[in-house]
């Protein structure tokens, strides 16, 4: 898992068009909550632009929430 100092150095945003639409999106299975959405690595100094992940919405950007 990427900490927050790794933030300053790469971006990701929410994907409008699904680069894996057959991958269903399932309530998170840590959290029990929360939906899985995608996202896609727009810019990295550490080579992971374009690499698509999935994250529990209800996990905050600084780490805090569900750690899934």
């Known amino acids: 898992m ?3 100092s790794n933030h300053s150095t790469s971006s990701a ?3 409008h ?3 894996r639409p057959d991958l269903e999106l399932i309530t ?3 959290c029990g909550i ?3 959405l995608e996202f896609q690595v727009k810019k990295d100094e ?3 632009q374009g690499r698509i992940f999935f994250k529990c919405t209800g996990r905050n ?3 805090s929430g569900c750690n899934f």
Do not use: E, F, P, V
């Open 2 to 4: 990427a900490n927050s």
């Open 13 to 15: 945003s929410r994907i």
């Open 17 to 19: 068009t699904r680069k």
């Open 28 to 30: 998170c299975t840590k």
């Open 34 to 36: 929360h939906k899985i």
């Open 46 to 48: 550490h080579g992971n």
């Open 61 to 63: 950007w600084d780490g």
